[in-house]
């Protein structure tokens, strides 16, 4: 992924980005009173590679003037049929607004279905309401089965080839 969206650089994550990717996520975690948990939820963004490059998956990072402002992925998961999981969707407050979830959304969608898989999954918390409305109103149907403590709701998006 290397793509251009107004002043914004999505591109894919580098061994260099580990701090700084895991900064933004502990960041808006905490802005809405959820915990970073870098020994279990947020594992992943500690270990990139495994989680992600080493099993089809792929994680990208957001640069506004060479600065990291969001994280997005997905990852293969074993629910569902031929299915992957949006994963690490966040963006700093100060980038809000733009169009730019709605935009990684859309290239995370094409990514994975490039790739043939049928299912999307997202988990979410509740709180995190902009994040909610924004799968409502692109396809995601509520499901059941939360995985994540921090999580309360889990949607679906089947993709049709």
């Not at 049928?118 to 089965?145: C, D, M, R």
């Amino acid at each position: 992924m290397n793509s251009k969206y107004r002043e914004f650089l999505v591109r894919d994550w580098r061994k260099s980005d580990r701090q700084a990717a895991s900064s933004v996520i502990k960041t808006v975690l905490e802005e809405y009173g959820l915990p970073w948990q870098p020994e279990t939820a947020d594992r992943d963004v500690i270990e990139v590679e495994s989680a992600y490059l080493e099993v089809g998956g792929e994680f990208w990072v957001v640069e506004q003037n060479s600065t990291i402002v969001g994280t997005a992925a997905y990852q293969p998961i074993a629910r569902g049929q031929n299915a992957v999981e949006i994963r690490k969707m966040y963006l700093l407050p100060e980038v809000r607004g733009k169009g730019l979830g709605k935009y990684l959304l859309a290239q995370l969608e094409l990514a994975i279905a490039i790739k043939d898989y049928q299912e999307i999954w997202i988990e979410t918390a509740s709180v995190l309401f902009e994040a909610v409305k924004l799968y409502e109103h692109n396809g995601y149907q509520p499901a059941n089965g939360v995985e994540t403590e921090r999580c309360d709701l889990v949607y679906l998006k089947k993709l049709h080839h």
